[in-house]
């Protein structure tokens, strides 16, 4: 299903999913690293990378702390999104 309207989907099952660590699969076409370069540059907000057979394939968002508020999810939502734009 996709996140929130968007083109982004999870990777996992939603009775699998870790509340603490969302694995969102890069859509197709997308620059994977130049996404998270963008929001790193112009947001300040660091995601990670897939490892090993998911390296490029998805991005590794943390939701602890402060970065569970719904401003800081919002907040992120709207820098991927804006990313992408730039991306596709």
Known sequence: APLRGSRLELLVD???RLPQLNAVIVPEGVDE???RRSLLNDHD???G???GPLAGKIW???L???SSRPEAVD???AALSQALG???
Do not use: H, Q
């Open 64 to 66: 602890m702390g402060a």
């Open 33 to 35: 690293a130049g996404v």
């Open 75 to 77: 907040r992120v939502l």
């Open 86 to 88: 730039r991306s596709a």
């Open 49 to 51: 990378a897939g490892l």
């Open 14 to 16: 939603a009775r699998y």
């Open 60 to 62: 590794r968002i943390g």
């Open 45 to 47: 907000i660091e995601i």
